[in-house]
Each structure stands twice: as C-alpha cells, then as structure tokens.
C-alpha cells in the first residue's frame, strides 16, 4: 500500500500562480483572478489589537487546545447577533484556519473507511483531506440548472454515505443554498444516519439574501469557519468550528496532540476583527461591484454559461462552447492577454474540463482591466 499523500492531489490553481509569477517575471503584465485572497488587507482593529499586544510585552503562549476564552465567548456571540442561534462557547474550538477545522471534524467523527459525500464541482481540499485520512471521498454530480448544489435526490442516489460536506456559498461556483434547501438536506442527513459537515467560510460574502448557518437546522451538523474570507486575514491562520457536543472532546484531544493551539497573536487580532464590520463591508461592496462589472462583461467575451454567483468571490464559467479543454483554454489565455485563471479539473475531476473559475476579489481597477482585455481577445 502506498502513502497516504500518495492519495492527495495539487492543486492545478498553484501551477497557474507559478506561470502567472514566471510571466511576471519575465517583464509580461499579469491580472491575478487564479487564487480566492481577499484583497485589501486585514481589519485595521485586528492589526491594532496585535500591535498592542506585542507592544504590551503579552508573553504569547500557547492557549488552550480549544482557543482562549475570549474568542470562543465572542463567536458564540456572533452567533446569537448574526444568526439568532444560540451555541455555548464550551461548543466552539478555535482553529488554524478552517483548513485545520476539515481535519479535526473528519478525524473526530468518523471510522475509517467512512464515505463522505463531496460536491462536485467542490473546493478540492474536501475530498484531498478525506482521501488523506484513510475515509473515502464519494464525489456527487451537481448540475448548472441546480446552482451545482446538492439535492436529497442526489443524495438518494450516492448512498451509503456516512459523512456529507455542503458549502454555502460554495468555492468555486458562488453559488448557495436557501435555508430551507438547507433544512431539507439536515432533515434528509438526520434520517439516514449522515452527518452533516457544513463549510461556512464566505458567510458574510454575500449578494442577496444573506447566508444561513446549517445550525439553525441541524444541532448535530460540525460547523466550519474562518477569518479567512470576510475577516481577509488568510495568513493569521485562524478559524473555528462549531462541534456537537458529543465530539467536542475528540476535537480538544486532537487538537492538543495535532498543534497545541491555534496562534495567540491571531486569536487577540481575530477578536477585534468582529468589531471591524464597517471596513469589512466595504469589501464586500468592492466585491459587489467587481462581481456586476464581471457578470455584465464576461458575456460580451464569449463566457455567457455563467453559474449564479450568489456569494464569495468566484465566478465559475462553462466553456464548453469555446473548448473542449479548459486546461489549455486557460494557459493561452495567459500567454494572449496575461490574465490567470483556473481551469476546473481542480474542482471537478470528471467534468472540468468544461469549466473555468475567476477569482475576483483583486484590485478593483485590475478586475477591470481583466474584464476590458477578455472582451477586446475574444472580439
Ligand atoms: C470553500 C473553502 N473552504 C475552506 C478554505 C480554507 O481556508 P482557510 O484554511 O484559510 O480557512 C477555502 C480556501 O480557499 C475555501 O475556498
């Protein structure tokens, strides 16, 4: 039998970044809309509040497993204002960003061997951690005219499962679930025995209505965030997660054996970010305007299948009409106008090829030119 990470595959988006950086290099311009970073820095507050922490001399030990006190306290907070579902903080682990909080929840709850439903196309870390832990991912087909989001007929159909992952807004589509779509899947994971993992990094990055928590539905669901996406602060490695309380304690055993604690710095900043809401809406404004600017755009290109981006910073495009590998599709598209994309295959191994994801949470003025260089290339 070979390793574990002989089950884990790159991801294809890194490459474009590598080419991307190499034309850069090289003296080409190059628009960025291959990778989902929040652009615009962190919260002020949150960098303030670890300034002042360094600048106290605090010592920055580790905390406990489950985090500090005072973060755990404020998100559950921010459930009951956010949400109006009330979660003790004894329920709440704190995390080195949601990344960490996949592993602990799959270690957690289930045995080896576990079937985990996976959208498809889907965040391609899901399935990567599953097949890593010895679980078994079980990729389900979702559909353009169903925002590629999961139905209980779909799951019907990929029984037995053990485990299922759901994100609302979804990477790479935008995509998202109503919270009665929501309550239709937690009722559906509650009769079969399922249990409910739900990814809720873009909450707060949305266009619409805003997003539901899967706990409004489902106490039993393991709830995956992060200060990642709408707190911009990818690199500070923080994030959270809500347990059931019968994990809970498997998640601090865990925890305390796989990294101690999530970083102190990061928990203090991570606190005052809630209090930031007035900046971090602005980027999700910028973002709005981005998105509007793109969906009006891209069609003038050539790229009018596009999935309804509800939320997050992504718009996902069939390109089936313009090539039958979007793979290739995106590099020439590099070479001839020096915007980096992703091709699919990340996000759907079976039918990728049909599809491209741009990211635009960059520099206003850069998804401009991007939008403005696409139209002026396929004209
Ligand atoms: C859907 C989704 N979930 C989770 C993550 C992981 O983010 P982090 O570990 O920074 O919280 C990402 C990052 O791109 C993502 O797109």
């Known amino acids: 039998m070979g390793a574990r990470a002989d089950r884990v595959v790159p991801f294809y988006a890194m490459e474009v970044l590598k080419a991307a950086n190499r034309r850069q290099t090289e003296g080409h311009d190059v628009l960025h809309l291959e990778l989902g970073e929040p652009g615009g820095g962190p919260?002020?507050?949150?960098?303030?509040?670890?300034?002042?922490?360094?600048?106290?001399?605090?010592?920055?030990?580790?905390?406990?497993?489950?985090?500090?006190?005072?973060?755990?306290?404020?998100?559950?907070?921010?459930?009951?204002?956010?949400?109006?579902?009330?979660?003790?903080?004894?329920?709440?682990?704190?995390?080195?960003?949601?990344?960490?909080?996949?592993?602990?929840?799959?270690?957690?709850?289930?045995?080896?061997g576990a079937r985990i439903g996976v959208a498809e196309p889907g965040y391609p870390a899901y399935r990567n951690i599953i097949a890593s832990l010895g679980l078994t991912p079980v990729g389900i087909a979702t559909e353009f005219d169903?925002?590629?989001?999961?139905?209980?007929e779909m799951l019907d159909a990929a029984l037995p499962l053990d485990g299922l992952v759901i994100a609302s807004p979804a990477n790479p589509t935008g995509t998202m679930l109503s919270g009665g779509e929501i309550a239709a899947i937690a009722r559906w994971s509650a009769a079969h025995g399922v249990r409910l993992v739900s990814d809720e990094v873009y909450h707060g990055i949305t266009f619409g209505t805003p997003a539901v928590t899967a706990l409004a539905s489902s106490p039993q669901a393991i709830v995956v965030n992060s200060f990642s996406k709408y707190y911009a602060m990818t690199g500070w490695r923080v994030g959270w997660m809500v347990v059931p309380p019968?994990?809970?304690?498997?998640?601090?055993?865990?925890?305390?054996?796989?990294?101690?604690?999530?970083?102190?710095?990061?928990?203090?900043?991570?606190?005052?970010?809630?209090?930031?809401?007035?900046?971090?809406?602005?980027?999700?404004?910028?973002?709005?305007?981005?998105?509007?600017?793109?969906?009006?755009?891209?069609?003038?290109?050539?790229?009018?299948?596009?999935?309804?981006?509800?939320?997050?910073?992504?718009?996902?495009?069939?390109?089936?009409?313009?090539?039958?590998?979007?793979?290739?599709?995106?590099?020439?598209?590099?070479?001839?106008t020096g915007v980096a994309t992703t091709p699919g295959i990340d996000f759907d191994p079976n039918r990728g090829k049909r599809f491209l994801r741009f990211a635009i949470?960059?520099?206003?003025?850069?998804?401009?030119?991007?939008?403005?260089?696409?139209?002026?290339?396929?004209?």
């Open 43 to 112: 919260p002020p507050r949150a960098v303030a509040a670890a300034a002042a922490a360094l600048e106290r001399g605090e010592r920055l030990g580790y905390t406990e497993a489950l985090g500090t006190h005072a973060l755990r306290e404020r998100v559950a907070r921010h459930y009951r204002e956010t949400y109006g579902v009330a979660v003790g903080p004894e329920r709440i682990a704190v995390t080195t960003g949601s990344s960490a909080g996949f592993l602990l929840g799959f270690l957690a709850a289930f045995a080896d």
């Open 146 to 152: 169903r925002r590629f989001q999961l139905t209980p």
């Open 246 to 336: 019968d994990l809970i304690g498997a998640v601090d055993r865990l925890s305390q054996n796989l990294y101690i604690s999530a970083p102190t710095l990061s928990q203090i900043a991570a606190i005052a970010a809630f209090d930031d809401r007035a900046f971090l809406d602005a980027k999700v404004a910028r973002y709005a305007r981005t998105r509007g600017l793109l969906l009006e755009s891209l069609p003038r290109a050539g790229f009018d299948r596009l999935a309804p981006a509800d939320g997050a910073f992504y718009i996902f495009a069939d390109v089936g009409k313009l090539t039958d590998d979007s793979s290739a599709f995106c590099e020439r598209m590099l070479r001839e």
């Open 361 to 379: 949470a960059g520099p206003g003025e850069q998804m401009l030119a991007a939008a403005e260089r696409l139209v002026a290339w396929r004209r």
